[in-house]
Structure formats: structure tokens, C-alpha cells
């Protein structure tokens, strides 16, 4: 059996990716929480908001170093499973992912070490300081490393040179305020916060059931119910925005996300649910929601959204461009002086990626027939149902989490912490739900890119390294059993120091009436 290396090079970055995200949003999450229960701390110089920042800072330490262990190996994986991408963009992408490393990774790694060890050595303010910039070093960092991924998304700000035969930066700003990595940025933060909401109001919650640490679960529960509401309202908002972007420089992806096969009269229905057909192209069963789509996607009620159908065909007329392209590249290659063929290919130059999806096929695109041509753009169909499925349930999660902190909030602010066990239950049970929803967006946002590794310049299938595939098999498995090593250990050392709790400076049972009211404080 013949083992293909790119899908199994695809198979470890895919997750590395995954395993790696796992960390991500919990790191962004209670960065920012601790910062701010810190705040409470030197404000009200309340020990308890001092204990409480030292417990959860100790979840978020074994958390961050997990993260930090499975991020360096996947930024690795670049080099040796992913050469030519590498080779072919790395003057580009290898600009945030620098930035990155210099500006935020090595602000909130130095300062994640004096958080941990200088509560006896520095002030109130000063150890204030510290654990606001491993926040802002947190955040920092996902911004360039969402900055490099949404240049993948929409590759603004940089011009294949022919003479180099890579493509170069011509405009770092365009790189840096890309409308897509924006969006994607305040939107994976927010859902970052939402993690870290979830994560505190569970273990929180699990407390007050056992009727231990009343009074710091119930702090707990009560800054993460705030702290949750409001970022689960930002996820839907944001997310909106995010579709809005996609819907300019991604019409693919929307597409299938929508399982819309035809384009439709504007303004465009959502698919609520249904079930999609891809041999036959049609959606079964849909539930439609009329315009939402149209709204969500254009903002108007005039513009039209285009269908599957129509983008293939779209797709079929770029390739036929780009090999008009990727013919004079031939002779420019030869003769780079030829000023009628660089002016060509300067016409046809942004379709030249659509040529090489050709290369899936054949090793040269010039002798590919009208059927190649159409078998090519039918590939820039992605996993129709999965995107939307995934999609589906992503949102659901998204709309349930308001709901969840909404009554959770209303608990806190009547003071009801305990009275309905029932809704204890079901914020313990919520804890996996955000990763879930997490994953699922990040599988969205990137298997919707496919068969692109830079969306309408580099098809996957030319990125990988020319390796074998029982290279790739070997190092995919050693992937699988060192992170599954991982993962045990990372949940044994949560659950530990989650069952030990914050120490013993609160009652173990239920407070009598004076603490009740110092509780409720």
C-alpha cells in the first residue's frame, strides 16, 4: 500500500494543531482573569482574591507550559513537512511568526516566571504589573500568530516575483491589517475568554456541590459568570463580523459552510439544519431562515451570494487564466527581459496559483484537456458536510454559553449560589463544551481553505517536503504517542491540584450565618 506523504504530513500538522489548541484558549482566558482578580486584590487588599489568583495562576502554569511545549514543535513542523511552503512564502510568513517570538512569547515567558515566584519579592503594584503583561504578552501573541494564519486565509501585501520564483512582501501594513486575521484575532480571543470563563465557573461549581471553599467558589463563580457573559456575547458578535470577511475574500468556504449548492435571489436564506447531499448537490430537509444569511454576508439586502455551482465554474476560468500565466512563466524563465511577456503575465499573474492545481493531476499543466481543466475546479469543493455540521454545532455551543452565563450571572447577583444544585450539575458538565466549539471553529477555518495551503496562490498538494511516506508514518506516530503522554499528564496534574483546592483558609462544609454574610461580600 502506498502511504501518501502530504496527507499524512497534513494528518500530524492537523493535530499538532488541534492538541495544540487545546492549551491556546485556556491560556488566553485565564491570563486575563487572573489579571483581573489580582485587580480586586490590591484594591480591596483582600487575601482571598489573593488566594484565589495564586490557585487558579497554578492551573494556568501547567497549562501554559503544556502549551508552550506543543507549540514549538508544531512551528518545527514547517521546516521539516512543509519545505516548499516554506520556501515558497516564508519571507512573508516568517515575519509575525518572528514578531511573535521576540515581542510577545518572550514578554509573557519572562514575566510568567516572576508571577509564579515574586509574590514575596515585589509589591502589590508591581506583582500587578507582572501578571497584566503575561496577559497582554498572552494575547500579543496570538495576534501575530492569527496575523501570519490570516495572511494564509486572504494573501494580501505581497506579488509572486517571477525572477525569484517565490512570493515577496510588498506591503507589510497590508499584511499586518488584513481585514481577515483581524477578524479572526478578536474573534479566537474572545472564544479564548469564553474557555477560561467556562473552566473557572465549572470547577467552581463542583465546589459549591461538594460544599467546599464556599467562599472562594462562589468569587469565582461569580467574576467568571460576569466575565463569561459578556465575552460570549462578544464571540456572536465578533463571529458575525468574521463571516462578513469571509464572505468578501472566501466565498468558497461560505458556501459550503452553507451547504449552497445554487446561488440564491438576494437577500440569501440560512440553512438552519439539513442534510447535504454532495453526489446529487442539493441540501435535504433544509430549515430555512429567510435573508439571515444575506444580512450576515453582505450586509445588504441586494447583493447576491454565490453558490458551489457557481464558484466551480468561476474556478474553471481562473485556472484557464493562470496557465496563460504559467506559460509565459516558461519563456520568462528563459528570456526575463521579454517586456511583451512580462506584461502577460502581469494580466494573468493572479490566477497562476489556479494553474497549479492542475499539478494534483499531472506534472505539467500545459497538457492538461478541458476534462482536467473541469476536474481541477471541481476540486475547490471542500468537505461540504463536515463544514457544515461543524458550523452548526460551533453556533449552537456559542448560544448556549450566553445562556449559561446569563443564568449564572443572575445567580450571582441575587446572591443564590447554591439554592439549584441542579444548574451546579449542568456547569460542571459544560466544562469540555468550549474546546469543542473551539476545534470545531479552528477545523472550519481551516479545512474551508482547502485544497489551498494559501488561499488561490499555493495548493496543499505542492507544499509538502519531499519525503517518504513512511518518513512522515514514523514521526506521525512518534507525534501521537508523545502527545497522548502529554495529555495523560496534563489532566492528571489538573485534576489534582483542581481536587486539592485553594488550601485549607476556608471551611471545608457549609459556612455558618457570619461567614454566609462575609461570603456574600
Same mark, same amino acid.
Given at each position: 500500500?502506498?502511504?501518501?506523504?502530504?496527507? +499524512?504530513?497534513?494528518?500530524?500538522?492537523?493535530?499538532? $494543531?488541534?492538541?495544540?489548541?487545546?492549551?491556546?484558549?485556556?491560556?488566553?482566558?485565564?491570563?486575563?482573569?487572573?489579571?483581573?482578580?489580582?485587580?480586586?486584590?490590591?484594591?480591596?487588599?483582600?487575601?482571598?482574591?489573593?488566594?484565589?489568583?495564586?490557585?487558579?495562576? *497554578?492551573?494556568?502554569?501547567?497549562?501554559?507550559?503544556?502549551?508552550?511545549?506543543?507549540?514549538?514543535?508544531?512551528?518545527?513542523?514547517?521546516?521539516?513537512?512543509? !519545505?516548499?511552503?516554506?520556501?515558497?512564502?516564508?519571507?512573508?510568513?516568517?515575519?509575525?511568526?518572528?514578531?511573535?517570538?521576540?515581542?510577545?512569547?518572550?514578554?509573557?515567558?519572562?514575566?510568567?516566571?516572576?508571577?509564579?515566584?515574586?509574590?514575596?519579592?515585589?509589591?502589590?503594584?508591581?506583582?500587578?504589573?507582572?501578571?497584566?503583561?503575561?496577559?497582554?504578552?498572552?494575547?500579543?501573541?496570538?495576534?501575530?500568530?492569527?496575523?501570519?494564519?490570516?495572511?494564509?486565509?486572504?494573501?494580501?501585501? &505581497?506579488?509572486?516575483?517571477?525572477?525569484?520564483?517565490?512570493?515577496? /512582501?510588498?506591503?507589510?501594513?497590508?499584511?499586518?491589517?488584513?481585514?481577515?486575521?483581524?477578524?479572526?484575532?478578536?474573534?479566537?480571543?474572545?472564544?479564548?475568554? /469564553?474557555?477560561?470563563?467556562?473552566?473557572?465557573?465549572?470547577?467552581?461549581?463542583?465546589?459549591?456541590?461538594?460544599?467546599?471553599?464556599?467562599?472562594?467558589? *462562589?468569587?469565582?463563580?461569580?467574576?467568571?459568570?460576569?466575565?463569561?457573559?459578556?465575552?460570549?456575547?462578544?464571540?456572536?458578535?465578533?463571529?458575525?463580523?468574521?463571516?462578513?470577511?469571509?464572505?468578501?475574500?472566501?466565498?468558497? *468556504?461560505?458556501?459550503?459552510?452553507? $451547504?449552497?449548492?445554487?446561488?440564491?435571489? !438576494?437577500?440569501?436564506?440560512?440553512?438552519?439544519?439539513?442534510?447535504?447531499?454532495?453526489?446529487?448537490?442539493?441540501?435535504?430537509?433544509?430549515?430555512?431562515?429567510?435573508?439571515?444569511? =444575506?444580512?450576515?454576508?453582505?450586509?445588504?439586502?441586494?447583493?447576491?451570494?454565490?453558490?458551489?455551482?457557481?464558484?466551480?465554474?468561476?474556478?474553471?476560468?481562473?485556472?484557464?487564466?493562470?496557465?496563460?500565466?504559467?506559460?509565459?512563466?516558461?519563456?520568462?524563465?528563459?528570456?526575463?527581459?521579454?517586456?511583451?511577456?512580462?506584461?502577460?503575465?502581469?494580466?494573468?499573474?493572479?490566477?497562476?496559483?489556479?494553474?497549479?492545481? +492542475?499539478?494534483?493531476?499531472?506534472?505539467?499543466? +500545459?497538457? $492538461?484537456?478541458?476534462?482536467?481543466?473541469?476536474?481541477? &475546479?471541481?476540486?475547490?469543493?471542500?468537505?461540504?458536510?463536515?463544514?457544515?455540521?461543524?458550523?452548526?454545532?460551533?453556533?449552537?455551543?456559542?448560544?448556549?454559553?450566553?445562556?449559561?452565563?446569563?443564568?449564572?450571572?443572575?445567580?450571582?447577583?441575587?446572591?443564590?449560589?447554591?439554592?439549584?444544585?441542579?444548574?451546579?450539575?449542568?456547569?460542571?458538565?459544560?466544562?469540555?463544551?468550549?474546546?469543542?466549539?473551539?476545534?470545531?471553529?479552528?477545523?472550519?477555518?481551516?479545512?474551508?481553505?482547502?485544497?489551498?495551503?494559501?488561499? =488561490?496562490?499555493?495548493?496543499?498538494?505542492?507544499?509538502?517536503? $519531499?519525503?517518504?511516506? =513512511?518518513?512522515?508514518?514514523?514521526?506521525? +506516530?512518534?507525534?501521537?504517542?508523545?502527545?497522548?503522554?502529554?495529555? /495523560?499528564?496534563?489532566?492528571?496534574?489538573?485534576?489534582?491540584?483542581?481536587?486539592?483546592?485553594?488550601?485549607?483558609?476556608?471551611?471545608?462544609? !457549609?459556612?455558618?450565618?457570619?461567614?454566609?454574610?462575609?461570603?456574600?461580600?
Amino acid at each position: 500500500m502506498d502511504l501518501d506523504p502530504v496527507l +499524512l504530513s497534513r494528518t500530524q500538522f492537523g493535530l499538532t $494543531a488541534l492538541y495544540h489548541f487545546i492549551f491556546v484558549p485556556l491560556t488566553l482566558g485565564l491570563s486575563i482573569l487572573l489579571a483581573m482578580m489580582e485587580s480586586v486584590y490590591v484594591m480591596t487588599g483582600k487575601e482571598i482574591w489573593k488566594e484565589m489568583t495564586q490557585f487558579w495562576g *497554578k492551573l494556568f502554569g501547567i497549562n501554559f507550559a503544556m502549551g508552550v511545549a506543543t507549540g514549538i514543535t508544531m512551528e518545527f513542523q514547517f521546516g521539516t513537512n512543509w !519545505a516548499y511552503y516554506s520556501h515558497y512564502v516564508g519571507d512573508i510568513f516568517g515575519v509575525p511568526l518572528a514578531i511573535e517570538g521576540l515581542m510577545a512569547f518572550f514578554l509573557e515567558s519572562s514575566f510568567v516566571g516572576l508571577f509564579f515566584f515574586g509574590w514575596n519579592r515585589l509589591s502589590k503594584l508591581q506583582h500587578l504589573s507582572v501578571t497584566w503583561l503575561v496577559a497582554i504578552g498572552s494575547n500579543l501573541s496570538a495576534l501575530w500568530i492569527l496575523i501570519a494564519n490570516g495572511w494564509m486565509q486572504n494573501p494580501v501585501g &505581497a506579488e509572486f516575483n517571477f525572477e525569484t520564483m517565490r512570493m515577496e /512582501v510588498t506591503d507589510i501594513t497590508q499584511v499586518i491589517f488584513n481585514p481577515v486575521a483581524q477578524a479572526k484575532f478578536v474573534h479566537t480571543v474572545a472564544a479564548g475568554y /469564553v474557555t477560561g470563563a467556562v473552566f473557572v465557573l465549572a470547577i467552581s461549581c463542583w465546589y459549591m456541590l461538594k460544599g467546599r471553599h464556599l467562599a472562594f467558589a *462562589k468569587r469565582s463563580f461569580a467574576i467568571a459568570a460576569s466575565f463569561g457573559l459578556a465575552s460570549s456575547l462578544s464571540v456572536v458578535v465578533l463571529g458575525d463580523e468574521s463571516g462578513y470577511v469571509a464572505t468578501e475574500h472566501q466565498k468558497m *468556504k461560505i458556501a459550503a459552510i452553507e $451547504a449552497m449548492w445554487e446561488t440564491e435571489e !438576494a437577500p440569501a436564506s440560512f440553512t438552519l439544519v439539513g442534510w447535504p447531499d454532495v453526489e446529487n448537490r442539493t441540501t435535504h430537509y433544509g430549515i430555512h431562515i429567510p435573508a439571515v444569511l =444575506g444580512l450576515i454576508g453582505t450586509r445588504s439586502i441586494s447583493k447576491e451570494l454565490p453558490g458551489i455551482n457557481e464558484l466551480v465554474q468561476h474556478a474553471e476560468q481562473r485556472i484557464r487564466s493562470g496557465l496563460v500565466a504559467y506559460r509565459v512563466l516558461q519563456d520568462l524563465r528563459k528570456n526575463p527581459d521579454d517586456l511583451a511577456q512580462k506584461e502577460i503575465f502581469l494580466n494573468h499573474r493572479q490566477d497562476l496559483g489556479y494553474a497549479l492545481l +492542475l499539478k494534483v493531476f499531472m506534472d505539467d499543466p +500545459l497538457q $492538461a484537456t478541458d476534462a482536467d481543466i473541469k476536474r481541477a &475546479a471541481e476540486n475547490t469543493i471542500p468537505n461540504v458536510p463536515f463544514l457544515f455540521w461543524s458550523f452548526r454545532i460551533m453556533v449552537g455551543l456559542g448560544f448556549f454559553f450566553i445562556l449559561l452565563f446569563g443564568c449564572a450571572f443572575l445567580l450571582s447577583a441575587t446572591q443564590r449560589f447554591t439554592r439549584y444544585p441542579w444548574f451546579l450539575r449542568i456547569g460542571l458538565l459544560a466544562l469540555p463544551l468550549p474546546w469543542v466549539a473551539a476545534e470545531l471553529g479552528w477545523c472550519v477555518a481551516e479545512l474551508g481553505r482547502q485544497p489551498w495551503v494559501i488561499e =488561490g496562490v499555493l495548493p496543499t498538494n505542492l507544499a509538502a517536503s $519531499a519525503l517518504s511516506g =513512511g518518513t512522515v508514518l514514523g514521526s506521525l +506516530l512518534g507525534f501521537v504517542v508523545f502527545y497522548s503522554t502529554l495529555a /495523560v499528564v496534563d489532566a492528571w496534574l489538573m485534576v489534582k491540584y483542581a481536587r486539592l483546592g485553594p488550601g485549607d483558609h476556608h471551611p471545608q462544609t !457549609a459556612p455558618s450565618s457570619a461567614q454566609a454574610q462575609e461570603s456574600a461580600s
